[in-house]
């Protein structure tokens, strides 16, 4: 279920006004990596925030090449939305979408990101490393990091 209109930051990582959240309310981060991984780690966070009246944020660095303005990423914004709002209607819970422009996915994560925060990534676990396991153990040092694992 999306919760508000999707959020589009083109700037460091922050938006221009902030959404109001009750200091009350636990926030769990899910970090899109890719579609199957991404709505297992929706799944997952949906199960730990089903009853506890939790916010559920959906990022998804769009990485843009330093060849290209920030402003006008590779993958048009529309497609990218569309492309979340599909996996956050997946969601039993309300989810808020944020599609950020960066040029690096680590650093934009490490000035969004509150610390300690709940993130929730998917992907697969495997013998070779993958970009979720990477992100996944640069993140555990400063945050909860649960992994989803993905069938395939």
């Not at 506890?52 to 303005?69: D, E, F, H, K, R």
């Not at 989810?95 to 993130?119: G, T, Y």
Request: aromatic share 4%; glycine share 6%; with cysteine.
């Amino acid at each position: 279920m999306l919760r508000n209109s999707d959020r589009i930051v083109t700037s460091a990582g922050f938006p221009a006004e902030s959404p109001a959240v009750a200091p009350s309310l636990l926030s769990i981060t899910v970090i899109a990596t890719s579609a199957q991984g991404t709505l297992a780690a929706l799944r997952k966070a949906g199960e730990l925030a089903k009853g506890l009246g939790s916010q559920i944020t959906l990022i998804s660095a769009q990485v843009v090449p330093y060849a290209l303005p920030l402003s006008r990423p590779a993958v048009p914004l529309e497609f990218q939305s569309m492309q979340f709002r599909k996996l956050a209607a997946s969601c039993p819970v309300d989810v808020n979408v944020r599609l950020i422009l960066c040029r690096d996915e680590m650093e934009m994560l490490k000035r969004v990101l509150m610390p300690r925060s709940i993130v929730v990534i998917g992907g697969r676990k495997g013998w070779l490393p993958n970009r979720a396991g990477r992100l996944a153990r640069k993140l555990q040092n400063c945050h909860e990091v649960i992994f989803a694992e993905t069938d395939r």
